[in-house]
Structures are given as structure tokens and as C-alpha cells.
């Protein structure tokens, strides 16, 4: 089995067989309790090996009624979508072309995949273009199909999909709406949103409804990168993606901290992709800034640092020796799985790095489903 992203084609391997058609309501409590309740309904280990359970944070879905809503409006322009081969939707821009393997929105399809990879659960999520790029109403149309598509994934495997909720942020008022709408469905156990609104940051008062609204349901935010900064030097080599797409997060997670969002806010989770972009190497210079630079006066109530624990971070770092740094400055507790599904730029088996690290079964089970499984409310 293969999943094509641009020019390349990720081979799947046989891996851990997992099964758990009750995961949800197994997964309560400590994660003792979890992952032995889990093992009791698979009758047997949890996988080949006894392997563990697994939940993927960072796993993107393209639903096919989303997929029809682009080809028959038009997709945005930086996502050209070509769909005159449905089994093989293709996006093709520049040198750019990405082939969408039918196991982004077959979920049967999907769940064999993630047997492979020795993944239990996946949290789908919606990857670029999302649906902030459009106007108000149709993203908001956009957000109510892909939501009711990961309602439909879950009901039809329950115990291997949930989902974060997308919003079209370009109008508050309507992302609430559409918040309020899903809000207590099994299904939905997050929000998903770009790293900026593609007209502002995420520390836009007007969005401060919505924060407000997820901390008291205690759905955790989940970040992707999009219309990221510096897109035109970063046209060659990919750049876009190899260094945009981080220094993205990193700009989102300042300004979370300096916009105020974290003091305002301190019982909301905020969970960023690709390890925390560029956030490992500069927060010592945010912290810098904060003591001599007059931008940053009374901007955020403590120093940087003290802020690196209010986020989670997906293990999707390439480098074992940055995660490790990583684990050893914000802790274990802080880390949660993901692989990037299924792009070139992810992991084809996301357990792999975390046995890299040398650290303690502790902690690994909490990072390949413990702490997610507290985030999710599983």
C-alpha cells in the first residue's frame, strides 16, 4: 500500500494489528486503567508483540463531500484542485503535485492503514486550504461538511476516529455558531485552526469568543500552518513547507503568549504541529525580548518560558535529538503522537521515533496515547 504526496510514494509495512471497537469507552481514567481496559476487549495484546494503543493527533482528512463542494465552487487558487479522476483527486501547482490516496477519505481504507502503522485512533483534522480562505458563508458550509463527515467516520468506526471541529474564523460569529452546533457530539474532541486567519493572528479579540466557548467544553485547540509568512523567498526548494510551515507555528505560539490569550484563558490546551515549529530553538530569545525590548512590556504576565507547558506538541520533529531536548525542557506529559497523515513530510510509522528516545515505557505509553487520551477527553 502506498500514500502519494508529490513526487514521492510512502510505503506502508505490515505493523502492529490493532482492534478497538469501544476505544472511546475504554479510554477513561489513568493510563494504567486505559490501556489495560483496552487490552481486556482486544482479548489479547494490544498488538503484535503486545504492542501499545496508539493516538495519532496530527492525521488529516479529506472527506469526499468536501472534496465535491471544491470541485463544484471552484477551490481556492493556492489549491487547484483537478477531480476528472475521482478515484485520484490531484492538486497541481508549479513544480508542486500532491495525489490524494483514496485512504484520505475511505475510512475503511483508513483503518487499514493505521493497522499498518500501528496506530489505533486516529484524530482527523482538516489540512490546507481548510476553510478560512473562503467567504463567510461558504466556509461556514465547508466547516458543516467536513464536520458531519467526521461525525459519520466515528459512528461508523467508533472506536478508531474522532475529530477536531473546523471553524470559519473569518467570522467569529459564524465559527461560534458552528462551534455550538457540534459542540457535545462524541465525535468532535477538538478545534482545529490555522496558524493565522490569512487577514490576522490568533490573538484577535474577536476570536476570543470562540477560546472562551472551547475552554468551558474543554475541547483543546489544534494548530496547522497555512498562507504562511515570507511565502515569496520561500517559493524555491520547498521552502514553504520545509521552513514556512514552522516558523509559522512559532509566530502563532508568541502570539498566543504576548497577545494575551494564555493569561485570559489558563484552563485552554493549545496543541502545535511539527514538534512546535521553530518554538524549541527561539523561545529563549522571545524571552530575551521580553526584558529589553519595550514592544513587549506587560504583554504577557510572565516570562516565555513559563508559558512552553501551557501547549502539547506532536512528535512530528524528524530529529530525535531535538524531541528528546524537547521532553527534557516541557516533559513527557507534553508530547502527544502524530504523523502528519498521510504527506511525504510525516512519519509512515509514527511510534518509531518515540522508541528512539531512550525513555522510560512510562512515558512512551504516555506519548502514544495517554496524553491524548486526557486532551480528548477519551
Not at 479510554?27 to 490501556?35: K, N
Not at 520545509?242 to 502563532?252: E, I, K, R
Not at 512510562?362 to 477519551?378: P, Q, T, V
Request: hydrophobic content about 40%; glycine content about 10%; overall charge positive.
Amino acid at each position: 500500500m502506498t500514500c502519494r504526496a508529490g513526487a514521492h510514494a510512502i510505503a506502508l509495512h505490515p505493523g502492529d494489528l490493532l482492534q478497538a471497537s469501544d476505544f472511546p469507552q475504554a479510554a477513561r481514567g489513568s493510563l494504567g486503567r486505559f490501556a489495560a481496559s483496552l487490552r481486556a476487549i482486544l482479548g489479547h495484546g494490544a498488538g503484535a508483540g503486545g504492542a501499545s494503543p496508539a493516538i495519532d493527533l496530527h492525521a488529516h482528512f479529506f472527506p469526499q463531500a468536501y472534496l465535491n463542494a471544491l470541485a463544484e465552487e471552484g477551490p481556492p487558487p493556492h489549491f487547484p484542485l483537478d477531480m476528472s479522476n475521482p478515484d485520484a483527486p490531484t492538486v497541481a501547482r508549479g513544480s508542486y503535485r500532491l495525489t490524494l490516496d483514496r485512504s484520505y477519505w475511505d475510512v475503511e481504507a483508513r483503518v487499514k492503514r493505521m493497522d499498518a502503522a500501528g496506530v489505533t485512533v486516529h484524530a482527523l483534522s482538516l489540512t490546507s486550504p481548510m476553510v478560512h480562505w473562503a467567504g463567510p458563508e461558504r466556509g461556514a458550509r465547508l466547516a458543516r461538511l467536513y464536520n458531519d463527515a467526521v461525525e459519520e467516520a466515528h459512528t461508523a468506526f467508533p472506536g478508531r476516529f474522532v475529530g477536531c471541529a473546523a471553524l470559519p474564523v473569518q467570522d467569529p460569529t459564524l465559527a461560534l455558531a458552528e462551534l455550538n452546533r457540534v459542540a457535545g457530539r462524541r465525535s468532535i474532541r477538538g478545534v482545529y485552526l490555522p496558524t493565522n486567519t490569512g487577514a490576522g493572528e490568533l490573538s484577535d479579540k474577536k476570536l476570543f469568543p470562540i477560546y472562551q466557548r472551547c475552554e468551558a467544553l474543554g475541547l483543546p485547540l489544534l494548530l496547522h500552518p497555512a498562507t504562511v509568512i515570507g511565502a515569496q523567498r520561500l517559493e524555491p526548494f520547498y521552502l514553504g513547507n520545509l521552513l514556512g510551515n514552522p516558523f509559522d507555528t512559532a509566530v502563532a505560539a508568541a502570539h498566543f503568549v504576548f497577545g494575551g490569550v494564555l493569561d485570559r484563558f489558563p484552563r485552554l490546551e493549545i496543541v502545535l504541529p511539527h514538534g512546535g515549529g521553530a518554538l524549541p530553538a527561539l523561545w529563549g530569545r522571545l524571552q530575551h525580548g521580553q526584558g529589553v525590548r519595550p514592544e513587549t512590556q506587560g504583554a504577557a504576565q510572565r516570562p516565555f518560558g513559563d508559558y512552553l507547558r501551557r501547549f502539547h506538541y506532536d512528535t512530528i520533529a524528524h530529529a530525535p535529538e531535538i524531541l528528546k531536548y524537547w521532553i527534557g525542557l516541557v516533559g513527557a506529559d507534553r508530547i502527544v503522537l502524530g504523523s502528519d497523515y498521510c504527506f511525504d513530510m510525516g512519519y509512515e510509522r509514527p511510534r518509531q521515533i518515540v522508541g528512539q528516545l531512550g525513555l522510560s515505557a512510562k512515558d512512551r505509553e504516555k506519548i502514544f496515547a495517554g496524553n491524548a487520551a486526557r486532551l480528548l477527553r477519551l
